[in-house]
């Protein structure tokens, strides 16, 4: 028996409740009114609750005082036995596809695709190679893109398609009509892919342990929260950044229908033990909160003097400048603190010697980046910056987690999400049966 870790990275069941009381998402009504509900506890308070730290901490076991993994894409540099190796060693076969904030330290694993910011070796088949680097593309530069849902389609469907399967087909069917009228709605094709794509890699190669990391609905909640009927709040998010609650589209129905159907997809395959897991939840905004992201990061480093740095994004506002030496990093941070707005510098920054960890630190409405100041230059930055989103869901320490072998009549029980690891591991050594195979052919 095969064991599926399902990470619906913050996902709110406390909004799925009041959908499944009208009646809508059957599948995760199944799992609520049947199982019991775990109610994981992270660590309290910003800045630690945050999905790159979280994560780390389901896949070692150990909290963030234990791990020090801080900021998105710094597993690299802070080396941890993760459940993949660990499984590994009891002889187990271990895939993932998008673990956040992880790295493949695996010694033979079945596939791994690490998540598109975190700089680890890539482990497939050349065709899921290809495929997944194309995805990383797409979501590195979703702020700023200019491709169409039919130009993702046209790039993207060729390789996907023998992952496909029917279920899948219909559910793309239903995305597209969306996402071509709404922008956030390519999240859900870019997460429905993934989810083909792992189901399609478990099965060829008969994986004991597999994990799978799905993003879209945190983007959403973050994005839309504001526009759902679930949300109780008095904000409305502008008609000039969305109108989908003017047409009366609910955006996180709409993608937790669509990790519905990936639930009820996962659990009607043979001989599966599915494993749930949100990391933190998010509950609604109390303020407008703008966030913003560099439109091309090399044109705008080479405008302010930063020429000889690498670049490498993170998610939303974040970035990482890499230097020859610890001298250039201090010379590129001084032209950084040069860029101001409202007499405040645009970018925080964390000196790490020869690297720069950057976050765009202006969170005011996009008028407001009319009036900057570039040393004593003044310049109109709304060509440079693009519109990330206006926060309308913000992270509390409260996750979910659910396990298809654990019955109950939906009470629920609170562990520390420290916890999760060991049920993970528990899980494997009971339900997979490790067993020596012939490689399988690319």
Excluded at 111 to 120: I, K, Q, R, S, Y
Aim: aromatic share 10%; charged share 20%; hydrophobic share 40%.
């Amino acid at each position: 028996m095969a064991v599926i870790s399902l990470e619906l990275n913050e996902l709110n069941f406390h909004f799925i409740k009041k959908y499944t009381a009208e009646g809508k998402l059957p599948g995760f009504n199944r799992f609520l009114q049947n199982h019991v509900i775990f109610e994981t506890v992270s660590e309290s308070g910003y800045p630690y609750l945050e999905p790159w730290i979280q994560w780390p901490t389901v896949y070692t076991g150990l909290t963030y005082d234990e791990h020090r993994i801080f900021r998105l894409g710094d597993a690299v540099y802070h080396p941890q036995l993760q459940i993949w190796e660990k499984l590994e060693a009891t002889g187990a076969t271990v895939g993932a596809i998008s673990p956040m904030n992880a790295v493949n330290a695996c010694k033979s694993p079945d596939f791994f695709l690490p998540d598109p910011w975190t700089n680890t070796e890539i482990t497939a088949d050349p065709r899921a190679d290809k495929l997944f680097r194309l995805i990383r593309d797409v979501v590195n530069n979703n702020a700023s893109a200019k491709l169409s849902t039919i130009d993702l389609g046209r790039q993207i469907l060729p390789l996907a398609f023998p992952y496909l399967s029917r279920t899948s087909i219909s559910r793309y069917l239903r995305i597209m009509p969306t996402a071509l009228k709404y922008k956030w709605a390519k999240a859900c094709i870019l997460d429905s892919l993934l989810a083909d794509l792992f189901l399609h890699l478990m099965n060829r190669h008969h994986t004991d342990y597999g994990s799978l990391f799905l993003n879209a609905g945190a983007h959403i909640q973050h994005h839309h929260m504001f526009e759902s009927k679930a949300y109780e709040g008095d904000f409305q998010n502008p008609s000039w950044y969305s109108t989908a609650g003017e047409a009366n589209v609910d955006p996180l129905l709409f993608i937790y229908e669509i990790y519905d159907g990936i639930v009820s997809q996962f659990l009607a395959r043979p001989d599966t033990h599915l494993m749930i897991t949100t990391g933190l939840s998010q509950v609604p905004n109390s303020k407008m909160h703008y966030q913003y992201r560099i439109v091309d990061f090399e044109a705008f480093m080479a405008g302010i003097g930063i020429v000889h740095a690498t670049i490498k994004p993170r998610m939303s506002r974040d970035f990482l400048l890499a230097f020859s030496s610890s001298e250039a990093a201090q010379d590129a941070a001084a032209l950084l603190a040069s860029v101001q707005l409202g007499g405040k510098p645009l970018f925080s920054v964390e000196d790490r010697g020869d690297t720069l960890f950057c976050q765009v630190a202006y969170y005011g409405a996009p008028e407001g980046l009319e009036n900057a100041l570039v040393g004593e230059r003044q310049t109109d930055l709304r060509e440079h910056l693009a519109l990330v989103s206006i926060e309308n869901g913000i992270h509390q320490t409260i996750g979910y987690h659910f396990d298809s072998h654990i019955r109950g009549r939906g009470e629920t029980v609170r562990i520390p999400l420290t916890e999760v690891h060991q049920r993970l591991m528990d899980a494997v050594a009971k339900d997979a049966k490790p067993q020596q195979r012939e490689p399988v052919a690319a």
